[in-house]
């Protein structure tokens, strides 16, 4: 790695297979203020005040599509040795057309001004802190990938199957479980989860519409019966519950990103159960003897871990380098695989 002279620390660094280089730069979150506190807050239940939070922090996550060709990872590094949790911001730069690798300070500038906008105290990353936080375990860590979940449910009147993505429609809790959990393992582990601002989805988007469309259809049917002349009503309950979650999905994407969550470690154990405790904060439900509104619709998440070194080096290159490579079994078709790392804003 190579220091940059100029006033604004970032680094410079080979990106591999893409045969371009990419700027890095980033800051440290030295805490999370407790926005739950904040008296300018409308709500007066617990519930209604961390809706209220979450939704100025869809609006940041929303304010990172500004430039064209980022990436940005939010990194937690856990120390045990120290009882503590590292926060890191980082951001990848790769110039699209008409622009040059130093346009990177405009960028890591405006991000520092977005958070100073949302109440988020940070310091920049140079030198030795910012090779750190790119890359903070001394040799190649066990990888874990968090997605959305894939299924196949049946349909009754087709004898057929329909594919379809359990999506993350936004946390329900503070998600600090995760956060105590990191600190209770033996050895460093990094939860990294990885957004991509996308400017067109409309192929994906077309499939999405044509799968609602094809379920809503199939959902609720008159059926020719053979003993009569007549028509029978028939409903569907997968074909309507696919549909439902398909509209529900199309909706969420208005404001698209490419998501990962990756947990690394040099423990295995320690990544995966760390991996299984972040997928359950993010698909949490609401509590039984909750009174606040609850969609109904389905969240799931899938653990995804390399089975061999071409499917290791796709993650670590999201990981290193901040470029999201699709790798692992999928039970999407061709054309389809980028449907389970599509999330909103929300979902983010």
Partial sequence: ????????????????????????????????????????????SPAEKLAEVLGRFERLVIG??????????????????????????????LPPPGQSLTDVERVAVDLEKHLTSYGLPHSRLNGAELDAALR???????LVEVRQQETRIPLAITQQTAYVIFPFWGP????????????????????SIYLEPLDDISAELALVDEAAHSAQTLSDQDIKVM???????????????????????RKSLSE??????????????????LARAFGSALTSRPPRDSTEPVDDLPSGFDLCAP?????????????????????????ATPGKERLPYLVGARGA
Avoid at 258 to 269: E, M, Y
Avoid at 309 to 327: G, I, N, P
């Fill in 227 to 249: 003993s009569d002349t007549g028509l029978r009503r028939r409903r569907d309950p997968g074909a309507e519950l696919v549909g439902r979650v398909y509209t529900a999905y």
């Fill in 172 to 191: 329900w809790g503070a998600g600090l479980e995760p956060m105590e959990a990191l600190l209770r393992q033996e050895t460093p582990v990094a939860i």
């Fill in 136 to 142: 903070p375990f001394s040799s190649l860590p066990y």
């Fill in 64 to 93: 990172l599509r500004k430039y064209r060709g980022t990436a940005y990872t939010l990194r937690y590094l856990s120390r045990p040795q120290d009882g503590a949790v590292d926060i890191h911001l980082l951001g990848r730069f």
């Fill in 307 to 331: 089975r061999d070194k071409a499917e290791y080096d796709c993650a670590w290159r999201t990981f290193d380098r901040l470029v999201w490579s699709r790798w692992g079994s999928t039970l």
């Fill in 1 to 44: 790695m190579t220091t940059n002279p100029q006033s604004l620390p970032y680094r410079v660094l080979a990106v591999p297979d893409l045969r371009a280089e990419a700027a890095y730069f980033g800051v440290a979150l030295p805490v999370l203020p407790d926005f739950l506190q904040d008296h300018t807050l409308l709500g007066t």
């Fill in 256 to 273: 698209p990103f490419l998501a990962v969550a990756q947990v690394a470690s040099a423990d295995s154990s320690a990544a995966l159960t």
